[in-house]
């Protein structure tokens, strides 16, 4: 896709084929994806229940795609914040959406949200993206 390394001289993203699972589990499409998606239904509808709303997102299936996108992506160095836990994990923030999002080192997503001062209880956004780097 024509991506660019990220600072630290790693490949582009890779493309994965993988199932995604629609409202209930009931339907499925083959996609192309940055990622494998959450790692079971029930993660991605745990996580669809609790941030969905905050992110004005309608179904499971644009919940993953969007998060796919988002933390697996091409990077927009303008807005969005890249880092890599010392396990693997790779973590962005979008300074001007605050969406933050996870992914295990796997290719797993782990969470995808709009962070909140109020709810991780550090000063602003960039603080909380910048503490959870260093976990």
Known sequence: MGAEPDAEGSDP?????????????????????FTLGFATYADLAEHFEDHA?????????????????????????????ECHRRNGDTLRYNEET??????????YILTYYIADPELHGQPNNREYFLRECKQ
């Open 13 to 33: 993203p890779l493309l994965h084929h993988h199932e995604i699972y629609h409202h209930r589990g009931l339907r499925k499409k083959t996609a192309v994806t």
């Open 53 to 81: 709303l905050e992110l004005g997102i309608a179904t499971h299936s644009e919940y993953e795609e969007t998060a796919d996108y988002f933390i697996g992506g091409p990077l927009d160095r303008t807005t969005t914040r």
């Open 98 to 107: 605050e969406e933050f999002a996870v992914m295990s080192k796997d290719g």
